[in-house]
């Protein structure tokens, strides 16, 4: 997949460091999936969550971040929208971000 915006993720774990290594595996399975489907990814990280609009919720670090992106499966594009805690991802509205 061709992720957008791998900046995001750099400068959230450059702020919080024990988010960074299941951020770059996050990366490093996503960039070498070929997901064509929500199943696909489902078999990649069993815990995200298809939030509508075309947008999904990865747990980050056994849930304490949340990273949202949105998957153009014919493109083949992830763009990342949202990463953040736990509490900071309760206070926006998934689908719209």
């Not at 997949?1 to 959230?12: L, P, V």
């Not at 969550?49 to 083949?76: E, M, P």
Request: glycine share 2%; with cysteine.
């Amino acid at each position: 997949m061709r992720i957008i915006s791998r900046t995001k993720i750099i400068e959230y774990y450059t702020e919080h460091a024990d988010a960074k290594v299941a951020l770059e595996e996050w990366f490093t399975k996503t960039k070498s999936a070929q997901w064509t489907c929500f199943d696909d990814i489902k078999r990649t990280f069993n815990s995200v969550d298809a939030v509508g609009n075309q947008h999904y919720v990865f747990n980050i670090r056994v849930n304490n971040y949340r990273l949202i992106v949105v998957i153009k499966f014919t493109i083949s594009t992830v763009l990342i929208r949202f990463v953040g805690t736990h509490a900071e991802y309760d206070k926006i509205n998934a689908s719209t971000i």
